[in-house]
């Protein structure tokens, strides 16, 4: 079984048939961590079933490792009862597409970042504002919060099951046309403000534009073909994200701005939750929490890894000191000024005070 894990991996779109089986070949890949060794009983015979998952990711990220991971402790504890076969690239649709899917029951499980699923729960939003969760430690104390299982289980009642927290990471920017340095650089001054391709949330739009930059709201998989065409000059992802999907091929320049942490989500129908047997339920909800520990592990092996090698490809990345990133702090004020009155001045101090109490740890 761990073999299956070191051996390369395709950055394709092909389909998955199967929860396991799909490999090509990538010049390197990352000295990945082997999955964690599946424990625990096996489950009562409730009948076969199987789950159609959609992810937004090629077949080489983090996200997708981790939901083979998900697939086959189900298959495993289950002998073989639960199934999971799972869809990346986009194919089955964008993030907002696939959660609409969960809510008519036309597709099992998705994992969306948490930024389009603020129109569920808007207290979303708070992993939404610029710098709050300066490291990837504080980031997971705020993902395993109470407040965090609060925003999980307020998805009652929309159709859809919020299972976990993982990680999608600190979004950097990428572009086509210049290095970006400081706010100025990505307004342009003398120059236009760059055009930025943004997730459709609010909050990411407001902080692009108190940086002056255009930001234009589209799904990740019409992003590729926008910034080779020039309709967008460039967008914000992890550094595995901006790898996996070859966005080096159309981005000449990286800046590592880590302005927001996102984290993923993953999902399940209400519809298909309801019609599972309670001790299925019990093995998906413990398999979701084990698949996403493992996904913030491998998410942090690859994300000093997938700069190095966009480097090596000949992208140019601009690493930020810290009196740079300050400046963009300054810049994005106006931000906080707007939307933490909305999101709830008390829900952006707990996580303030969660990152406070992580970085004196």
């Not at 919020?162 to 920017?173: K, T, V």
């Not at 992802?237 to 070859?246: E, K």
């Not at 880590?258 to 299925?280: A, C, G, N």
């Not at 740079?324 to 009155?341: G, K, L, M, N, T």
């Amino acid at each position: 079984m761990h073999n299956l894990w070191k051996r390369t991996l395709l950055i394709t779109g092909a389909t998955l048939l199967s929860s396991g089986m799909a490999y090509a070949q990538t010049a390197q890949t990352p000295d990945l961590s082997d999955p964690p060794e599946i424990e625990g009983d096996t489950v009562g015979d409730h009948g076969s079933v199987t789950l159609r998952m959609g992810l937004g990711l090629a077949e080489s990220s983090p996200q997708y490792l981790s939901s083979q991971y998900f697939a086959d402790i189900l298959d495993q504890r289950s002998e073989g009862r639960i199934s999971v076969n799972i869809f990346p690239n986009s194919q089955l649709g964008d993030d907002v597409q696939m959660m609409e899917m969960l809510q008519t029951g036309t597709l099992d499980m998705t994992y969306p970042s948490s930024s389009p699923a603020t129109g569920y729960v808007e207290e979303l939003a708070v992993f939404d504002l610029p710098f709050l969760l300066p490291t990837r430690e504080a980031a997971i104390d705020a993902m395993r919060s109470d407040a965090a299982q609060e925003m999980l289980d307020a998805f009652d009642g929309t159709g859809i099951k919020a299972l976990a927290f993982a990680e999608n990471g600190f979004r950097q920017l990428s572009n086509s046309a210049r290095e970006v340095a400081s706010p100025e650089d990505v307004a342009g001054l003398d120059v236009r403000g760059l055009t930025i391709r943004t997730m459709e949330n609010p909050v990411h739009l407001a902080i692009w534009v108190a940086l002056g930059a255009n930001p234009t709201p589209m799904a990740f998989g019409e992003l590729f073909s926008a910034m080779e065409q020039g309709v967008v000059d460039g967008q914000e992802n992890p550094w595995s994200t901006i790898l996996t999907s070859n966005f080096y091929e159309v981005q000449d320049y990286g800046s590592e701005t880590r302005h927001v942490y996102t984290p993923f989500i993953k999902m399940i129908s209400q519809r298909t939750w309801d019609r599972l047997d309670p001790e299925y339920q019990e093995l998906i909800q413990e398999a979701a929490l084990q698949a996403a520990d493992y996904e913030i592990q491998l998410s942090s092996e690859y994300d000093d890894w997938s700069r190095n090698q966009l480097e090596e490809r000949g992208m140019q990345i601009t690493r930020l000191s810290d009196e740079q990133i300050a400046a963009f702090q300054e810049a994005v004020q106006p931000v906080y000024d707007e939307w933490a009155p909305r999101i709830g001045e008390d829900l952006v101090a707990e996580f303030q005070q969660i990152s406070k109490s992580s970085m004196a740890e």
